[in-house]
Every structure is written in C-alpha cells, then in structure tokens.
C-alpha cells in the first residue's frame, strides 16, 4: 500500500489547471495545422491561423488561452494500492483553488439561482473511480460553458439503432453552429444509463486527439460522424469550411434492452486538457 500526502496532489492539480489553460496541448495544435494544410477556404484558414497565434501568445506571455477558464472537470482513477493521506475531493478542490488564483485564471462557477459567484473556481466537478494498482491518476479539463451549452442527452428507441444516432448528432452539431466555438471535438457516450451515457460523453473528451480507438467498428464510426460533420460546412468559429470538427470520440457500453441513451458532450477548440500521475 502506497500513501499519498494531500500536499503532493494540491500542488500537482494547481499545475495542471495553469499549464492547460496557457499551453494549447500538441495533439491540438497539431490538429489545427492539419486542417489548416487541407482547407479550402480563405477564412477558415485565417481563422485557424489566428488560433495558432493565440496558442503562441498565450504560452509566451503566461495568459489563459480563453478568457472563459471554464468549470475545472477531473476523471480521477485511485489505484486499489493507493492510500490517501486526507481527504482526495478536498485536495482536488483546493488545488484548483490555487490553480485558478496563482494562475490569475477566470472563476466561473457560481449559484444557479443567485448567479453569485462562488469566487474561487470551486467546487470543482470530480469523477472517481477505481483501478488496479499503486498510482493515482488524475485527469484535468477546462469546461468553457458555450461549448457546454451546446451539449444534449437523450433517450433514443432501440430501434432507431445507428442511423438514429448519426442524425441525432449530426443534427445537434449543426443546431449549434457557430455558438460552441468550432472547430470543435465531440464527445459521445451511448449506453448504460440516462446520466452514464453523460459522464461516457465527458470522458470520452479526455482521449488525445490524435489516437484511434481500439476497437475498429467504433472508431469506423468515429470516421463516419467526422466526415457527416465536416459536410456541414460551419467551419471554423462558423465562419465557413470543412474543419467543424476536429475529432470525435465515442464511448459505448451495455445499456438496457428497452433503451438506447445518447449524449453528446461538445468541447470547444480550446481543448484544455493535462494528465498527472502520482
Ligand atoms: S466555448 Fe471555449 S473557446 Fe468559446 S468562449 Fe467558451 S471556453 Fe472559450
């Protein structure tokens, strides 16, 4: 059994919530030179040239890449070794705490009545679970709410099988057009139950952009709904082209034999994202 001091993991949390938010992840970047060498159009090259130049100045000059630093999400997974010194949500929250101070980023949580901010980017949204092993592995995302606003969670028929699917998202990316800041990456979860098919959906958004899943009917499908997509024509920032969408990536798992839950999670281009082990 391994013991992990609360400390340690404060520290590494508030590093992750400053390095994603001021460094644009190389599978991102790479992504946005790759549709830029493949677009057609003029200002859907500007746009992802501007984005580039966005990415430079914000790792240059230490400042967020958006001004929405959004709601800070964590995938946690706690090796069945692992001991933790304190309590691990308290640790992950005053580590965001510190993050989002230190890092002067922008607090974006707040009471969904009152509107009144909670004034330190908590309490942030914790997912644990539980793996074999001595670490713990912390995933950190910056959740900007235009992108999140854009997300939807539904309840197909079964029967409405795969070509339900595909026009469900589809449409739901073309119904968002230029709000969720396209280019965007889609995150899809299909299966167990109303709210897993959600959390799948987040999750889902944690993959590098630049894998392929492992299973080679889903990531067939994964192929199937970029290029539906891309047909839409939103283009970067809705501005026109053939990059709205800079991946997709699907999670699937049994669901009930009367039901088929769908969610569809939209993240931004400013994909922010970093991952720790300790
Ligand atoms: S959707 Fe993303 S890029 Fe757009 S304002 Fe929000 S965080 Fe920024």
């Known amino acids: 059994m391994r013991t992990i001091k609360t400390p340690e993991i404060i520290d590494a949390v508030a590093a992750m919530c400053i ?26 090259k500007e746009v992802l040239r501007q984005l580039l130049e966005n990415a430079d100045l914000a790792m240059e000059t230490k400042l967020p890449l958006c001004q929405d630093c959004g709601l800070a999400v964590f995938f946690v997974e706690v090796g069945d070794d692992v001991r933790i010194e304190g309590n691990l949500r308290e640790a992950i929250n005053e580590g965001t705490r510190k993050g989002y101070a230190d890092g002067f980023l922008r607090k974006s949580a707040c009471d969904p009545f009152t509107r009144v901010n909670t004034g330190d980017g908590t309490p942030a949204i914790i997912h ?9 592995k912390i995933f950190y995302m910056a959740k900007g709410g235009g992108s999140e606003n854009m997300s939807r969670a539904t309840m197909l028929a079964p029967a409405q099988g795969w070509e339900g699917i595909k026009e469900y998202v589809v449409n739901r990316v073309a ?16 299966g167990g139950t109303f709210e897993h098919a959600a959390k799948i959906a987040k999750k889902s958004l944690i993959r590098r952009l630049d894998d392929t899943h492992p299973d080679p009917e889903i990531a ?59």
Do not use: W, Y
């Open 19 to 44: 390095k994603a938010n001021t460094e644009l992840p190389d599978d991102v970047r790479a992504k946005f030179e790759e549709a830029m060498a493949k677009e057609t159009s003029e200002s859907a």
């Open 128 to 136: 644990l679970d539980f793996t074999p092993g001595d670490k713990l």
């Open 175 to 190: 119904e968002a057009g230029p709000n969720p800041c396209p280019p965007t990456i889609i995150g899809i979860g299909i």
């Open 220 to 278: 067939a499908k994964e192929q199937e709904l970029e290029e539906a997509i891309n047909k839409l024509g939103i283009g970067p920032m809705g501005l026109g082209g053939s990059t709205t969408v800079l991946s997709v990536k699907m999670s699937v798992e049994p669901c009930h034999l009367a039901s088929l839950p769908l969610a569809v999670n939209v993240q931004c281009h400013s994909q922010r994202h970093e991952e720790v082990e300790l």
